[in-house]
């Protein structure tokens, strides 16, 4: 939805960043065949980190099978479809639909209102499969947008929407009680917006929208300078945030993709805030 919450590439070893392509690849995949091609293009990496956690977490059987695609013939692994991946490709078109409605409510142009119309009917199959994942994500989407109504001050508050999103979706998906794997997910939430915020700094500044960071810390003249001004503060609130997230993985024994989320909990969630804190403008989708 986003693509903050990614593997450093350079430090996977062959067989891990197999296991990632070949899970992107079936989320992408299954999303042709559960949804058509067009909602293939929602695919993104924060998805596939939760489709790997949960099948690890849960122990999902995982099979495998070479083909290729539309996009690129060539032939490649991928995970084949099961009811816990089905059920992840479902939430992450109800997730996207969702992100282009607040998109089109925050002041989207054109592209952002037809994204949100060829998402609409998709969106109705995946919210009639998963009544209560649609329910989770519309109500904490309606409580963001109401504390963004109201210029909220405290970016924990407001960044809480989305943890609890993250946390609540975990618990529909696998009907854990496990404090620890829900805390993870919390936690994971709430930096992918309050990276997103930090991300959209400049944007968020030219359109005259709501933005946490912004309410928070005020006198925005550049990302740059904005930056430099409350970096301390925005380092605490990125770190602290990514340390607990790595205290409650630390607590779950992982087995098979062990080593993958590692990367990605431990290294990737960190090289992420210093990509955001070091970068001058909005960061380019990233690429694996």
Sequence with gaps: MYGYVVPIKAELNQADFCLYRAFYCGICMST????GQWPRFTTNYDMVFLSVLLHDYEQTQVTFRNCGCICNPKKKTVVCRNE??????????????????????????AKKRMARRMLKKHYEKAAAMLPEADEIIRSEYERLRALEAANTVGVDRVADCFGAMMERLGVCLTNTTDEKLKK????????????????????????????PLLAAFGGFKSRKQFIEDNRAALTFLLA???????????????????????????????????????SQKKLPPPKL
Excluded: W
């Design 32 to 35: 042709s065949k559960m949804f």
């Design 84 to 109: 816990l991946f089905d059920k992840i490709v479902a939430v992450n078109i109800l997730l996207s639909y969702c992100k282009a409605n607040d998109d089109v409510l925050d002041g989207g142009g």
């Design 184 to 211: 993870l997910l919390y936690n994971v939430g709430k930096f992918v917006y309050i990276a997103d915020a930090l991300d959209d700094l400049g944007e968020d500044d030219k359109h005259k929208r709501y933005n």
């Design 240 to 278: 602290s945030t990514v340390n607990r997230a790595i205290e409650c993985f630390n607590g779950i024994t992982f087995t098979g993709a062990s080593d993958l989320l590692k990367n990605i909990v431990h290294k990737g969630l960190r090289a992420k805030c210093e990509e955001l804190l070091g």
